[in-house]
C-alpha cells in the first residue's frame, strides 16, 4: 500500500487503545504535552506527524529486507496505543495520566516507545518506572534539562530529569550524550557533576563511555541532531549529531544494555515544512527497534 494511503498508524500497525486488554512486542504510545516548552511550541502535533511519516516505513509480516542482513523484524507484533488525553494546561493531571498510562503499556509489551511532546514528558514517563531496580537513563540532547526551576516553574523542559532523580531513588545513573551551546545553567551543571552523571559534549561523543548491562531507559531529544539536518526542534543548537552518530549511539546503547523504554521528543512538525525530519524521526524509532531485537538482551532475535 502506497504511504499517502489510508488511515495513518505506527507503521500502519493496528490500533488497540489501552482501555482494552492486548499484548503484543512493541506499543507506540503519542504524549502530545508541549506546555512545558520555553520557547517555539507545537510539539503537541508530533505524534500525529510521526505516524503519517511512519507510513513509507510500514512494517511487513516478512520483516525489512536488506542484502547484508536478509530479513529482519519479521513477525514484529507493533500496536498504535493512541495518545495519552492531556489536558489542555494542568500539568500534575496531565502527569498523572501519563504515568497512568506508561503504565499500561508496559504492561503490554516489551518495548515501549513515546513520542512527544516536550522534554518534560520524560519525568511523568519515568515515574512508570519506579519498580525498575538499578535504572539507568541515557539521554541523547544537546541541553542538559537538569535546571531546578525557569522563570519560577519546576515541570518544564529544563527539568525532567531533576525532578525525576528526586523522585526515583531506583534512577541510579544518568548519562548525557551530545551537550554543546553557549549558554548553560551553572548551578544545574554543578548538580549534575555532584551527583555523578556521566555528562559528554558534542566533541567528546567518539571516546564517550556508555553504560553496560543495565537496563536502561532511552530519551532522545532530536535538538542533539544538526539543525541542518533536522530543523524541525524547539532549541536548535549549531553543530549537532550527524543521523549516523545518533543510529550507532542507539545500537551500541541496546546491544550493551536492555532497554526498558525509549522516548522521543522536541519535535516541532511546523518548523519544517519538507517533511524531511518527520522521516528521520521515524527513522530513529526503526533503529531503537532494530537494534532492541538484534541485541544479545533479546531473547528471540529477529
Avoid at 185 to 205: C, I, K, M, W, Y
Wanted: proline share 8%; glycine share 8%.
Amino acid at each position: 500500500m502506497l504511504p499517502f494511503v489510508g488511515p495513518a498508524t505506527f507503521l500502519r500497525a493496528p490500533y488497540r487503545p489501552l482501555t482494552e486488554q492486548w499484548e503484543a512486542d512493541v506499543g507506540f504510545l503519542g504524549v502530545p504535552w508541549d506546555v512545558g516548552v520555553g520557547y517555539r511550541v507545537g510539539a503537541r502535533f508530533a505524534p500525529q506527524a510521526i505516524r503519517q511519516a511512519s507510513l513509507r516505513y510500514t512494517l511487513p509480516p516478512e520483516g525489512y529486507y536488506h542484502p547484508q542482513h536478509g530479513y529482519r523484524l519479521g513477525g514484529l507484533k507493533v500496536v498504535d496505543a493512541g495518545d495519552v488525553e492531556v489536558p489542555t494546561i494542568e500539568y500534575a493531571l496531565a502527569h498523572e495520566r501519563i504515568c497512568h498510562s506508561a503504565r499500561a503499556l508496559r504492561a503490554r509489551v516489551r518495548l515501549p516507545l513515546f513520542v512527544g511532546g516536550d522534554h518534560s514528558i520524560s519525568y511523568p514517563l519515568l515515574c512508570a518506572y519506579d519498580d525498575v531496580p538499578d535504572l539507568h537513563v541515557v539521554q541523547i540532547d544537546a541541553h542538559l534539562d537538569f535546571t531546578d526551576e525557569r522563570s519560577g516553574t519546576r515541570y518544564s523542559n529544563s527539568s525532567p530529569f531533576r525532578r525525576a532523580v528526586e523522585h526515583l531513588p531506583n534512577l541510579t545513573h544518568i548519562t548525557t550524550l551530545g551537550l554543546r551551546g553557549v549558554r548553560f545553567d551553572p548551578e544545574a551543571f554543578a548538580s549534575a557533576q555532584a551527583r555523578g552523571h556521566t555528562l559528554v559534549f558534542r566533541e567528546q561523543l567518539a571516546e564517550a563511555s556508555l553504560p553496560e548491562g543495565k537496563q536502561v531507559y532511552l530519551s532522545i531529544d532530536v535538538d542533539a541532531l544538526d539543525p541542518a539536518l533536522f530543523p524541525a526542534t524547539s532549541s536548535p543548537e549549531p553543530d549537532g549529531l550527524t543521523y549516523a552518530e545518533v543510529a550507532h549511539l542507539i545500537q551500541r546503547i541496546a546491544h550493551a544494555n536492555t532497554l526498558v523504554g525509549v522516548d522521543l521528543v522536541e519535535i516541532v512538525p511546523s518548523l519544517d515544512p519538507t517533511g524531511n525530519s518527520m522521516l528521520i524521526a521515524t527513522r530513529l524509532l526503526v533503529d531503537c527497534l532494530l537494534a532492541y531485537f538484534s541485541s544479545p538482551a533479546s531473547p528471540d532475535g529477529r
